[in-house]
């Protein structure tokens, strides 16, 4: 069974950064995309970013320029570093990630990361 565990969330100020980590542990297959989503209360979960194994990304138009998804396969680690924050980031953080198995894909989510924005 995959185990996906974020950390780095906290509180911010505008304006300011802060670093996501996400780790998948125990796949026994290749680990392709990763995803980072978001969940405002209230609000859709919102797809943040996402990676290919082979470092091709793709951002939300709200986050583009501000955040910066990446990824250590060496260590099947994701990472989502941000700048600029606004409070309207303010939400918790999933990490996502599939594996490739050789009858399909299979999906893992973390449990979460809360990150607060204050203006």
């Known amino acids: 069974q995959v185990q996906v565990v974020e950390s780095g969330g906290g509180l911010a100020q505008a304006g300011g950064s802060l670093r996501l980590s996400c780790v998948a542990s125990?796949?026994?297959?290749?680990?392709?995309?990763m995803r980072w989503f978001r969940q405002a209360p209230g609000k859709q979960r919102e797809l943040v970013a996402v990676?290919?194994?082979?470092?091709?990304?793709n951002y939300a138009d709200s986050v583009k320029g501000r955040f910066t998804i990446s990824r250590d396969n060496a260590k099947n680690t994701l990472y989502l570093q941000m700048n600029s924050l606004k409070p309207e980031d303010t939400a918790v953080y999933v990490c996502?990630?599939?594996?490739?198995?050789?009858?399909?894909?299979?999906?893992?989510w973390g449990q979460g990361t809360q990150v607060t924005v204050s203006s």
């Open positions: 996502n990630c599939i594996t490739e198995t050789p009858w399909g894909t299979d999906n893992y």
């Open positions: 125990g796949s026994r297959f290749s680990i392709g995309a």
């Open positions: 990676i290919t194994r082979g470092g091709a990304t």
